[in-house]
T-cell receptor, first 111, second 116 residues
Framework: AQSVTQLDSQVPVFEEAPVELRCNYS??????LFWYVQYPNQGLQLLLK??????LVESINGFEAEFNKSQTSFHLRKPSVHISDTAEYFC?????????FGDGTTLTVKP | DTGVSQDPRHKITKRGQNVTFRCDPI?????LYWYRQTLGQGPEFLTY????????KSRLLSDRFSAERPKGSFSTLEIQRTEQGDSAMYLC??????????????FGPGTRLTVL
């Protein structure tokens, strides 16, 4: 069995502050890890992914995530958030022929 | 627009009726996935196809649910004898299964089902 746990259901933060959205996973097989974002009234979009190699992966809009095998974590970070980053963020894995998603973290950026 | 499309976007039905949803994936994608999402939860994996073969089916999927992808292109998800607990957003995604791509999935807008 595999699982994804997003440790915070809601994260409020002020504009230009740093943010970390935490994700832990469990799997008995090797997995690929993903962060998806869902902006209000839009569909899920891939933000970034870890397949292999460098444990630090980056997105085009300033987010980064670090794969930590020993702690089975894949936390998402951004050093300075914008109002437009307000969205639902989902951590997910692919392994053993199926996808497993976390329950999401709502990031609310306040002015 | 060449993204994943789903039809209908909204469906309201009465308990006990059958419903069918359609998903058109990105044309060159060989994998197609179905998920269910309820309020406050992440997408729940239901099943996926590689070309026309159904490779995995969640144990959570009851016998009332069936999915097909007859020609390896579009897919349908049918729910028979709908129950109020089936009310949810049904998401479709597609991907290109190729070494090194890591199974990046592209999602459609979803079909919102309401069972009265």
């Amino acid at each position: 069995a595999q699982s994804v746990t997003q440790l915070d259901s809601q994260v409020p933060v002020f504009e230009e502050a740093p943010v970390e959205l935490r994700c832990n996973y469990s799997s008995s097989v090797s997995v690929y890890l993903f962060w998806y974002v869902q902006y209000p009234n839009q569909g899920l979009q891939l933000l970034l992914k870890y397949l292999s190699g460098s444990t630090l992966v980056e997105s085009i809009n300033g987010f980064e995530a670090e794969f930590n095998k020993s702690q089975t974590s894949f936390h998402l970070r951004k050093p300075s958030v914008h109002i437009s980053d307000t969205a639902e963020y989902f951590c997910a894995l692919w392994g053993a022929g199926k996808s497993t998603f976390g329950d999401g973290t709502t990031l609310t950026v306040k002015p | 627009d060449t993204g994943v499309s789903q039809d209908p976007r909204h469906k309201i039905t009465k308990r006990g009726q059958n419903v069918t949803f359609r998903c058109d994936p990105i044309s060159e994608h060989n994998r197609l996935y179905w998920y269910r999402q309820t309020l406050g939860q992440g997408p729940e994996f239901l099943t996926y196809f590689q070309n026309e073969a159904q490779l995995e089916k969640s144990r959570l999927l009851s016998d009332r649910f069936s999915a097909e992808r007859p020609k390896g292109s579009f897919s349908t998800l049918e729910i028979q004898r709908t129950e109020q607990g089936d009310s949810a957003m049904y998401l479709c995604a597609s991907s290109l299964a190729r070494t090194g791509l890591g199974n990046e999935q592209f999602f459609g807008p979803g079909t919102r089902l309401t069972v009265l």
